[in-house]
């Protein structure tokens, strides 16, 4: 079993609607959670970040951590034709610790 | 403000040769480290330099090898390149702790022939 799982899609949803992204994870260890968004030809981009469990708002984009699930999503509200990327969840256990990345889902947002 | 450059952007190389791919990080930004990324495997982490020093270092053979300067800058070297080293590697970097969040570069296309 991989240490995180990502379903790499790819999700196609109409502009406007909410998306849910998901990864899970093996690594009890983990404490520290982000998602990265990746467009083409290019280097991920942070878009989120988190410790330990909980909701973390900002603008559109909500994650949620479930440590005792081992799970974690990233939702995008009014989703745009713009969000259309590669989506990619990384966890690692400490702060000085390396990050684990997801293989990422890919997202088409159709106008 | 100038984010993280790696050069150069594409490359092609023949089996058994070695290559050198460069990084500049962020200004002030002290910790650099290095993925791999396939579409098999997607990004898979190489090592992290922090102030000269390797601090954490991946599963990859000894071929694959690093170093940053004084300055930050950083490089990978890999020798007697094969067939499935052809990949996107990126370099990203950040402030003193990659927990903080990494900026990445564009990335170093490598092709292996």
């Known amino acids: 079993q991989k240490e995180v799982e990502q379903d790499p899609g790819p999700l196609s949803v109409p502009e406007g609607a909410i998306v849910s992204l998901n990864c899970t994870y093996s690594n009890s260890a983990f404490q520290y959670f982000m998602w990265y968004r990746q467009y083409s030809r290019k280097g991920p981009e942070l878009l989120m970040y988190?410790?330990?469990?909980g909701n973390k708002e900002d603008g559109r984009f909500t994650a949620q951590v479930d440590k005792s699930s081992k799970y974690i999503s990233l939702f995008i509200r009014d989703s745009q034709p713009s969000d259309s990327a590669t989506y990619l969840c990384a966890m690692s256990e400490n702060r000085d610790d390396k990050i684990i990345f997801g293989k990422g889902t890919r997202l088409h947002i159709l106008p | 403000k100038a984010g993280v450059t790696q050069t150069p952007r594409y490359l092609i190389k023949t089996r058994g040769q070695q290559v050198t791919l460069s990084c500049s990080p962020i200004s002030g930004h002290r910790s650099v480290s290095w993925y791999q990324q396939t579409p098999g495997q997607g990004l898979q982490f190489l090592f992290e330099?922090?102030?000269?020093?390797?601090?954490n270092k991946g599963n990859f053979p000894g071929r694959f090898s690093g170093r940053q300067f004084s300055n930050s800058r950083s490089e990978m070297n890999v020798s007697t390149l094969e067939l499935g080293d052809s990949a996107l590697y990126l370099c990203a970097s950040s402030l003193e702790t990659a927990n903080y969040g990494y900026t990445f570069g564009s990335g170093t296309r490598l092709t292996v022939v």
């Open positions: 988190t410790y330990s469990s």
């Open positions: 330099y922090f102030s000269e020093t390797q601090r």
